[in-house]
């Protein structure tokens, strides 16, 4: 893993300043779209702590695209739902949508660091394209008109300057890139402070979210507790407002807190701390996640409260919204316009996140007296008015659509939904989930139950991410035709509000670009021309671009 | 009311409890109390709610 004996490039088309998660995501998507591109972590190796635990459907489905989900899911505790409880009675039970046909569980608990290696492990089935430098940081970026220099600097303090026609930050909350930009994420924070434990006890127990507010075993305090995998619980608890946050994180204090709450819940096996934390929620954001030829991504480009669990979820999003994006645009496919896209979808996206977590950071952590006294009021209400339980519901992280992307192609059925900027369905077709058809390139849906030759195009491969593979569902049996699925039940067309005709182009990204009925061949090929200019020397990516200055 | 707006009135509520302050908190919500009591079908209703409210606040 060491990079000591491997010299940096002295050019590379796209550099990733940070291998965490979704740094090293973003590489191997890249990789996998034939963009050759370097990240340099500043840490010698994987994250410690399990960090960011619980890993979204949506998450699964993008680890799906680099070949990483099925060791994901087999290393991951998968879960449905969780439980609520004031001091020592239920007050929310709440399930998230699953069904038995669904590809994934809606959710699954695994350390952050594992995550890492899986992305990791995938940028070196992509190699050469992909090359992961460890104990390299970035010092310093110059943007110039036709290229981003890039000042690294390796163990032992020896710099390159390595070229790069785009440098994507996802260094982080704490993002060197950011900083050096002279970039500051806005916004407000909570004062609010968790504790985040992480102990090895062996149990038994469901794996689910389990929340208890002002338990007998602290009174006054908020506890959330997670499995994961290796027989580790994740404990955070609500610390004081008045506590100092250095004497909060020290053993002494946060051990007999933990013991007690163990007692309480009956787990009684022998247990030991492996890594302790603090964390206060922040709702920050950059407003422009592109700046001339450098990007921003995951906490480099936004912080959102864990509550609901949104931070590295909307940060694989973010890799898996701007891999394709750039793929085209390094590849001269598109114009590097169709980044602004990647910043407008992305930005929106977060101020989504945003609003959901601060309202659960205001029943998770209450930012003032009106807040801690209603939430004092719903709690109590909550054990015999089932109407007011919602309230306590966490409010997951799911999707976000991008329903005024400049991408989005206006339909002549418009009424249907999915509709541009949507989240193209899940549905079990012939053995096969349609989300596994994703990530690879643009797919056609075409809803119909008799062969149409006219929409055929499948795996032109000299598009690249942009090659269009058609697939038509049909209710009823296709014979031979290897380009066609059987929807015995009916769900994927209801699912997709489909009628005989109905075609639906899914982006890259697994997001509807436009939806139309019985479209001519012409209006599929000029909703995919901007994404299919063909390759020349003067390509966008050596265009001049605005300097940092002028943004 | 659905739960969407159940959210959105809670918060109102909360930032409105935090506007008027601790001095005057008690009797902001025993007005916005009358004004919904009074809206409840029959006085049956209204006072289930009151005994429900006074046994949770000892709770």
């Not at chain 1, 020592?88 to 994934?104: C, N, Q």
């Not at chain 1, 590849?331 to 407008?344: F, K, P």
């Not at chain 1, 089932?386 to 999707?399: D, E, K, Y």
């Amino acid at each position: 893993m060491s990079a000591l004996n491997r010299a940096l490039p002295e050019y590379v088309p796209v550099l990733i300043a940070g291998g965490g998660p979704v740094g090293l995501t973003l590489a191997a998507l890249l990789g996998r779209y034939g963009v050759e591109c370097l990240v340099v972590e500043a840490d010698p190796s994987y994250c410690e702590g399990s960090r960011a635990i619980c890993i979204s459907r949506r998450s699964q489905e993008i680890m799906g695209w680099i070949g990483a989900d099925k060791p994901l899911v087999e290393k991951g505790l998968p879960w449905t739902g969780g439980r609520s409880y004031f001091r020592s009675t239920e007050v929310l039970r709440f399930s998230m949508p699953s069904d038995p046909t669904e590809r994934f569980a809606p959710m699954i608990n695994i350390q952050q660091f594992y995550v890492e290696e899986l992305a990791h492990r995938a940028t070196q089935v992509t190699t050469p394209n992909a090359d992961v430098h460890w104990s390299s940081r970035v010092v310093d970026v110059e943007q110039r008109a036709d290229a981003v220099h890039v000042t690294v600097e390796a163990t032992g303090g020896e710099r390159r300057v390595v070229r790069a026609n785009w440098l994507v930050a996802c260094d982080g909350g704490r993002s060197t890139v950011r900083e050096l930009s002279r970039l500051a994420l806005e916004g407000m924070q909570y004062e609010g402070r968790y504790v985040i434990v992480d102990i090895e006890q062996a149990t038994e127990r469901t794996v689910e979210r389990l929340a208890w507010f002002d338990p007998p075993s602290n009174p006054g305090s908020t506890i959330l507790m997670h499995r994961q995998p290796d027989n580790v619980w994740r404990i955070d608890y609500q610390v004081a407002d008045d506590e100092d946050p250095v004497e909060a994180v020290k053993p002494e204090n946060v051990l007999p807190r933990v013991e007690s709450h163990l007692r309480m819940i009956g787990e009684s096996a022998p247990w030991k701390p492996l890594w302790i934390s603090i964390y206060n929620a922040k709702c920050l954001t950059l407003n422009d996640y592109r700046h001339g030829r450098v990007l921003f991504a995951g906490d480099a480009a936004h912080l959102v409260p864990i509550f609901g669990v949104r931070g590295l979820n909307s940060g694989l999003d973010d890799a898996g919204n701007l891999a394709w994006k750039l793929a085209l645009v390094v590849q001269g496919r598109a114009s590097a316009g169709l980044l602004d896209s990647y910043s407008s979808e992305r930005v929106h996206a977060t101020r989504q996140n945003i609003a959901y977590g601060a309202k659960s950071t205001e029943f998770m952590a209450p930012p003032h007296a009106g807040f801690r006294l209603m939430r004092e009021a719903a709690l109590r209400l909550a054990s015999e008015d089932t109407t007011v339980r919602s309230l306590i519901n966490p409010r997951q992280s799911t999707p976000i659509e991008y329903s005024d992307s400049r991408l989005n192609i206006p339909s002549d059925d418009r009424n249907a939904r999915p509709r541009a900027g949507d989240v193209a369905p899940e549905a079990l077709v012939q053995g096969r989930h349609l989300t596994a058809l994703f990530g690879a390139g643009f797919v056609g849906l075409l809803f119909s139950d008799r062969p149409r030759s006219a929409l055929k195009e499948r795996g032109a491969i000299e598009y690249g991410v942009a090659r269009l593979d058609v697939w038509r569902v049909s209710r009823t049996a296709v014979g031979k035709d290897t380009n066609a699925l059987v929807d015995e039940s009916g769900e994927a067309w209801r699912r997709y509000a489909a009628v005989e005709g109905s075609f639906v182009l899914v982006r890259p990204d697994g997001y509807v670009l436009g939806r139309w009925i019985d479209p001519s061949w012409g209006i599929i090929d000029t909703a995919l021309a901007r994404f299919r200019s063909r390759p020349n020397t003067e390509d966008e990516t050596r265009a001049p671009a605005l300097a940092q200055d002028e943004r | 009311m659905n739960a969407e707006e159940l959210d959105e009135t809670y918060s109102m509520l909360s930032e409105a409890i935090g506007r008027v302050g601790p001095g005057r908190a008690p009797l902001f919500l025993a007005t916005l109390s009358l004004a919904l009591l009074a809206r409840q079908p029959s006085s049956e209703d209204a006072l289930y709610l009151v005994a429900q409210a006074e046994r949770l606040a000892l709770t």
